[in-house]
């Protein structure tokens, strides 16, 4: 039987949700029967999508289906549902709340396939009242809401009111390690002097990522410390304004926005301390391949990192200029080997990973009588 994962988009911004399919879709027992179904945007050559990808080219307000554009969206439902009728999925991965609002009615006026659903919360999004009786809509034993870590999950149970099970997103920590590159080289590929302090953000270039107060901290502690530097890594809308603040503060020679690669993952090396000002994650997978890659964390204070890291980490809050200054010049000072290794141990690696196979290759293996999301 096969497996359909439906996304909301392709590109850059969604690379770390497709990531997230790849893995679990990697745990499939019959892997050649695998669909990958891109609603939004173009079929990106740089991407990797599990077994046979498919791109609907939809627009915006197709997927949304407000107002006049109700008929385009129920045009798209309509081909969904005959294309679902065709492949008979044994489950269905669906990427948060946006698709199964598309795709959950779909499911239920069906009466050709009777899919195990599975909504994968990557972050809360916009929830609305109705979601609760859109999703209640599908029998209890068919439908399992995961959120990729129990901080998230919490809130969705309270916000929902409906079951959610956590089940902490990991990354292979095995083939990860064997992919980085050793420092020396990841810094030549940034572009970096091989002897400065350097700093390091991995992630989109948006006001939630916390991006901006970063760039006051580096001018506070550049006053006392001439080699440092900050690398961010990606891209986003943000951009025009950090770069004019970078500008602002004289922070030209001392902050590098290396806009996206596809390399990141292998790059993490380069760093000697990674920071991670979020206001809000999911689950923030850039704190996870940085501990792999033994590169102490420093991170804003949100119980998602809290979760992962115990008392291991380094937190402090967004906004807090002067927390971070005086947090950063700390680790930088400490001695890092020490506090990656801890680091390291909590988050405990290789036992994630190991739960996380075999939680998800339980539940597409499910027909839905057991309940295998217990072993989340």
Known sequence: MSTISIVWSSGKAYASIHKVHDQILSLAANRGDIHTWVLQGQEDAAAQASGRPLYWQTSTRALKGKGVWRLLQWRLQRRLAREIGRVKPKAMLLDGIGVARLIVPVVVGSHAAEPQVIVVFHGEGRLREKDKSLLSALPAHRLKLIA??????????????????????????????????PGHEARARLGVDRDC????????????????????????????????????????????????????????????????????????????????????????????????ARVPVVCSDLPVFIEQLGPSGVYVATDDISGWVGAVGRVIDSDRELLAGEQDRQLAPEVSWKQFCKGYADLLLSDGDSDPVKAL
């Open 197 to 292: 302090l350097l700093l390091g953000a991995v992630g989109r270039l948006v006001e939630g990522k916390g991006y901006l107060a970063i760039l006051d901290v580096m001018i506070r502690l550049s006053r006392s410390r001439d080699d440092l530097h900050l690398v961010i890594v990606g891209e986003g809308a943000q951009r025009s304004e950090l770069e004019k603040r970078i500008r602002s503060l004289g922070l030209e020679s001392k902050v590098t926005l290396a806009g996206y690669r596809d390399d990141a993952a292998r790059l993490y090396r380069a760093f000697d301390v990674m920071l991670i000002p979020s206001h809000n994650e999911g689950l923030g997978l850039v704190l996870q391949e940085a501990v792999l």
């Open 148 to 181: 990729v870590s129990e901080a998230l999950a919490e809130s969705l149970r309270f916000k929902l009111g409906m079951p959610v099970t956590a089940a902490r997103t990991a990354t292979n920590p095995h083939s990860f390690r064997q992919s980085l590159i």
